[in-house]
């Protein structure tokens, strides 16, 4: 493990147990509010979670789907998925279950105790996955299966129990008052405590907070057991600690979705960089780092399909100048560091609209939209000139003796013409300079191809 991975772990942490640190302090002050709220308020709440945790879900399964060896964002993704079912549960039953608030009330809070008991489940699912993420065998396999058993039983119970059913019946609030009864006072609440409780300490302890992801599912296991500890101070459900409570669901489960988008888009970032840099490297020379020979030629079509007598358009031909005594006299890595240098001097002199490449060993090109011949002529000499001085400044460094260069010129004023007939037409007037004594500049004889 590097440094900066220590260090981010160690702020994680740091950060995770200073908001714990906080909510509790918060929690403990809080001024009691003995409050009653309408009902009404639930299904705002509800709707909004709901679909909150269900696009969670669904983001874990597509990371899943990227990353087929996290095998432990499976139980996640069940757990946000059943979870915003068992809220839309919820929902049916307050608006299509005609009944009393107090019968209403009760159902909502049952429900809410089997999503509680069916999370915390699949987070210790999710954890031991975690633990055992790189030994392969069936043991996993077996913990996916028991999720999806966990997780389908779950959910038939409570759509029996909405549906009513299921003969199976639970009394945790008092129909008439609305306070809560003896069976969540006594034993469910406390139960629900030390299952959060267990599963934020676990978390922490497994995954060292190393990433905003499992600081992000502490964060869930800890606003839910906030939420379970606000409901205690609160002797009735449609008090404010219900209310808050949820409210902290939501919270949490926004926290989790900036984390999930916040990761989407690190990973299209750097995919992207990615592509960038495999289509530099597919259309550059790796040791000049000018363009190759396929981009030059590819460029040129282009180009020429535009050119008119308007916009002219002139190729620059260059080869090193008795190249092969370099190579053979003082060796290929001297005669990669001239090849280096020169790519540099032509990369300096060209301008920003120029296509400069290396198409050969020792030969170069340079593409020159809306130049003319004059112009053409111009540029190519002024290269001339600066290989001639810059390797004779430099002869004990990267250049063992003077070097020169021969250039051929071709310019076109037709878009009819063929890139590979102008192509031929500079390397023409390359072999001719080369004929005419090397180190010199020479422009093919026909001006319009």
Known sequence: MNTTQTNIRKKNLTFFLLLSLTASICLWFIPFNNQR???SFYPVIATFAGVLHIQIGC?????????RHKKYLLPLACAFYCSGLFLFLALYIYFYKNGLPGVIYNDIAVLYFMRNMLITGLFFATYYLYRFKHKKGKCSKTIIYATYVWSVVHLVMATLYSIRVTPIAF????????????PWRGSFIYILIILWTSIMLLGANLTRLKTQFWVSMSLVALSNLLSVII??????IDSAGWYLARGLECLSAMVVMIVLMSDIFKRYKSSRQAYELSY??????????LYNRGYFYNALSNEVKTSSPHKPL???????????????????????????RLAKIMQRLSRRSDIVARIGGEEFAVLLPETNADAAFNIAERIRKHVEQ?????TDGDF???ITISLGIVTSVENSAAAERLADCADRALYKAKNQGRNCVVAYSDENI
């Open 37 to 39: 709220y309408s009902l």
């Open 59 to 67: 983001f874990m399964s597509m990371n899943y789907m990227s990353y």
């Open 171 to 182: 009394q945790l609030v008092d129909t008439d008052t609305f306070e809560w009864l003896r």
């Open 231 to 236: 409901m205690l101070k609160y002797t009735h």
């Open 280 to 289: 530099e490297n597919s259309v550059r020379d790796p040791m000049t780092r």
């Open 314 to 340: 002139s190729i620059v031909f260059c080869d090193i100048d008795f190249f092969k005594s370099v190579n053979d006299t003082w060796g290929h890595l001297q005669g990669d560091r001239v090849i280096i």
């Open 390 to 394: 810059q390797t004779q400044a430099t």
């Open 400 to 402: 063992p003796r003077i």
